[in-house]
């Protein structure tokens, strides 16, 4: 066992029940509907933000704060704790500067790196860490191995109603009025911390076999993840779908939080594997 406090942001979307395992601490990132702010994963569940998003209610997000960082660092620090910070895409979010900039003013051995991933293909790479942190092995080869990881992850995932990609920018709004009149389901990956097409299905149905053939071509290893956005349903048909074709029962099932569920709305539904 060695002295290493592992901390990661909201973005990783671990399971409550995995961070405390592995002793993982989350710096939340901030949600608001109007004038009611929440801690993201803390004090508004992934249930809840769906139902509010459903309603037609508008989510803004803003980044994890230097205050947030410089607090835990300051708190591990004085417990004699390493801490090795592990972050969602530095591309997508100012998250990762506040963290290093707290880190800069703080007399500790601290150390940050950038997964340049998004839910739980970041939580993935912490929850490596965290493992291994806790077998006690050396900061080098858990360093390593997160490069590796960040290297070789592969996200794969799709959402179910284009009008939330249209309100983050991501298409135009012409696009996803057609895109839904003709059910276009758009498949989409991560690429160097940021979001990219990568194929287009019609009709839910063709959704999960083009996800798990994507994933199929791109696994390294028979551990995967799953990631959903309050549509426990659909999950599940994933879930038995990647399960037959990929020939694994080690599957991860996560909720996609609200950071991410705020540009892709319900119905999301992700795959996270090594290549």
């Known amino acids: 066992m060695n002295n290493f406090k592992i901390v990661c942001d909201s973005l ?31 004090d508004l569940n992934p249930k809840e933000f769906y139902d509010m998003l459903r309603e037609g209610k508008l989510p803004q997000t803003s980044q994890a ?6 607090d835990v660092f300051d708190t ?26 707290a880190k800069n003013d703080t007399d500790g051995e601290i150390y940050t790196f950038d997964t340049l991933n998004f839910s739980y293909g970041c939580g993935m790479q912490v929850v490596e860490a ?6 006690g092995t050396k900061l080098e080869d858990i360093m390593k191995r997160l490069e590796y990881m960040r290297d070789n992850m592969y996200v794969v995932f799709s ?38 097409p990568v194929a287009q299905v019609r009709g839910k149905k063709h959704v999960h076999g083009k996800m798990v053939e994507l994933a199929k071509n ?15 349903s659909d999950m599940s048909k994933l879930r038995d779908m990647a399960i037959c074709e990929l020939e694994t029962d080690d599957v991860l099932v996560t909720d996609v939080g609200s950071c991410v569920g705020a540009h892709a709305g319900p119905g999301i539904l992700g795959i996270f594997c090594v290549k």
């Open 65 to 70: 704060t230097y205050a947030q960082f410089k």
């Open 130 to 135: 965290a493992k291994m942190a806790k077998d």
């Open 159 to 196: 959402v179910d109603d284009l009008k939330y990609l249209q309100r983050g920018g991501r298409i135009s709004s012409s696009k996803a009025v057609i895109g839904n009149m003709l059910s276009i389901k758009p498949i989409l990956e991560v690429k160097d911390g940021l979001v990219t």
């Open 218 to 232: 791109n696994i390294g290893n028979k551990s995967i993840a799953i990631g959903h956005g309050d549509c426990e």
């Open 76 to 101: 591990y620090v004085a417990q004699g704790k390493k801490i090795i910070y592990i972050s969602g895409s530095s591309r997508a979010t100012g998250t990762y500067q506040s963290a290093v900039m």
């Open 12 to 42: 990783s979307d671990i399971p409550k029940n995995v961070r405390e395992k592995y002793d993982i601490e989350m710096v939340p990132l901030t949600v608001r509907f109007g004038d009611d702010e929440y801690k993201d994963g803390i």
